[in-house]
């Protein structure tokens, strides 16, 4: 191992600054033996002070023939160049080595290489050794890299998923004492054809139920004890008026389409809805917030929901075949309630795309997760919140904000009413109607009658 020591300015005095040829983990524990010897975690650098009993130590723990001066100052040396390293014991990943006065300018896009982790034993960044990573620093990075080893050209376009330690697997829930019944549940809604989130939320409300009234057959519970779970619920769990009637959807199912007890929850008490008027962002607001995403996959996700009005299962969901560039438009398979339609395709989305899909080179889903398959809702939401702060939006904004402004922002332009429930996908204009209570448009000549006290 080849350790290159180069002096440093740092907070007004002269330090050596310490890192090795190729990072390993016996560096990180070898530096744990040299005196005052520190990781700086902002600037991701070891440094120690500049004295002989520093020398001397590095030559006994190092070997003098392995410590390597460089007399220049830190990190001239160095060119100004991202140092890219194979890992001996991680052949699929890669080191990236990031100079302290590189990381102003180039930290936030490192952040943005795709799988990039950092690693606290080597004190680097590990990057999947892919075509893509490649593709991503010549992109972001011309001239800023100095490669240690000859990239093979037949590395795989992405990493195979790894295989989910015990530890990290989702626990299953609790099962119930009469899980059959749950069984049995699933079956019906499977059978109804209804969507996999609404089998297992259908299944998940009923489950803990019946594991509520444990000892006894679900088919002898009573509607009494049915108003006295939602009761419970209420004052415990203060559940919301979605959820209380996601419950209740869930065990009339269970005693109309199961057990054939209909009369039981034939009249069961459903809460009054609450009129809650959408959150909607200006247009100025919007403009930050896809400002604020550096990343090109991550601004064009957030572009595609604004222009299009698309729901997040709906993004997830389109693959490439449906960007139909030459009608400029999208379609959107199986939208909500199973509904297929087509929407808007921006000209400018359109350009952004074709630049993600030259670097990313999706197969399949427009936007694929770190070793392909479908990318994550979590993601996207973790994408906006991550947007959101930074731009300092409405706090209130959820990623399904950008499609109720893209709906107000187009009746504030004229849009007819009509064309916008089609774009949305809304099967009554009832629904889309609530997008005239939100909008801007008129009120600004509205004056309050205060105005015209004289006061």
Request: hydrophobic share 40%.
């Amino acid at each position: 191992m080849k350790i290159r020591i180069a002096p440093i300015r740092y907070e007004h005095a002269t330090f050596m600054s310490i890192r090795p040829d190729v990072p390993s983990p016996e560096f990180a524990a070898a530096m744990a033996r040299i005196p005052r010897a520190y990781y700086r975690v902002e600037r991701k650098i070891w440094l120690a002070p500049k004295d002989k009993l520093v020398w001397r130590a590095l030559q006994e723990v190092f070997g003098s023939e392995n410590l390597m001066v460089e007399h220049v100052p830190y990190p001239a040396a160095l060119n100004d160049k991202l140092r890219i390293s194979r890992l001996e014991k991680e052949p699929d990943w890669l080191s990236l080595y990031l100079p302290e006065e590189m990381v102003p300018e180039y930290l936030e896009t490192v952040k943005n290489i795709h799988g990039r982790q950092w690693d606290l034993v080597l004190k680097v960044w590990k990057i999947p050794y892919t075509q893509l990573t490649r593709r991503f620093l010549e992109k972001y990075f011309p001239g800023k890299i100095e490669w240690t080893f000859a990239f093979d050209q037949g590395r795989p376009d992405r990493l195979s998923e790894p295989l989910q330690s015990p530890e990290k697997r989702k626990a299953e829930p609790p099962i119930a004492r009469y899980e059959a019944a749950v069984i049995a549940l699933e079956q019906v809604i499977m059978l109804k054809r209804y969507s996999w989130r609404t089998v297992k939320a259908y299944k998940n409300c009923f489950r803990q139920f019946i594991r509520y009234y444990d000892d006894i057959k679900p088919s002898l519970i009573t509607r009494q004890q049915i108003d006295a779970y939602i009761f419970h619920l209420i004052k415990a769990r203060n559940i919301s008026e979605s959820h209380q009637n996601q419950i209740l959807s869930a065990i009339k199912m269970f005693y109309a389409e199961v057990v054939d007890q209909e009369e039981k929850v034939r009249h069961l008490i459903r809460p009054k809805r609450a009129e809650k008027l959408p959150h909607v962002m200006s247009e100025q607001e919007v403009t930050r917030l896809l400002k604020a995403c550096i990343n090109l996959k991550h601004r064009c996700i957030l572009m595609l929901i604004y222009s299009a009005g698309l729901r997040l299962g709906e993004l997830l969901n389109i693959r490439i075949r449906d960007i139909q560039i030459d009608q400029r438009r999208i379609f959107v398979y199986a939208g909500k309630g199973k509904k297929d339609r087509y929407t808007l395709l921006s000209d400018k989305v359109l350009q952004m795309l074709q630049e993600y899909i030259s670097l990313y080179q999706p197969l399949d889903w427009l936007f694929e997760g770190d070793t392909g398959g479908q990318y994550s809702a979590s993601s996207v939401q973790k994408i906006f919140t991550m947007a959101k702060l930074k731009s300092k939006v409405n706090p209130y904004a959820t990623v399904h904000t950008l499609r109720h402004s893209f709906a107000t922002h187009l009746l504030e332009k004229g849009v007819d009413l009509r064309y916008i429930q089609e774009l949305l996908g809304h099967e009554s204009s009832k629904t889309t109607e609530i997008y005239t209570h939100v909008t801007k448009k008129g009120m600004q000549n509205i004056k309050s009658p205060l105005d015209d006290l004289d006061l």
